[in-house]
């Protein structure tokens, strides 16, 4: 399989502080509500945006196979 002549190194390098960067804000307002108590301690704020990405990334691949 080719790969996509689009997705350039500068193309890539720049998703990918996008991506973090949003990953990042998520951790953070997931610490924000575990210390005003929304969100018990014992969930991990990484592994959460990571879960929440992830399913975002799901669900709009779906969108796109299904027409919706």
């Given at each position: 399989?080719?790969?996509?002549?689009?997705i350039?190194?500068?193309?890539?390098?720049?998703?990918?502080?996008?991506?973090?960067?949003?990953?990042?804000?998520?951790?953070?307002?997931?610490?924000?509500?575990?210390?005003?108590?929304?969100?018990?301690?014992?969930?991990?704020?990484?592994?959460?945006?990571?879960?929440?990405?992830?399913?975002?990334?799901?669900?709009?691949y779906?969108?796109?196979?299904?027409?919706?």
């Open positions: 399989m080719k790969k996509c002549p689009l350039t190194k500068r193309l890539k390098k720049l998703l990918r502080r996008v991506l973090v960067a949003w990953q990042t804000e998520i951790e953070s307002a997931l610490s924000l509500a575990q210390d005003e108590g929304q969100i018990a301690k014992e969930h991990d704020p990484k592994q959460i945006s990571q879960y929440v990405i992830a399913n975002y990334g799901g669900v709009r779906l969108g796109k196979v299904l027409g919706k």
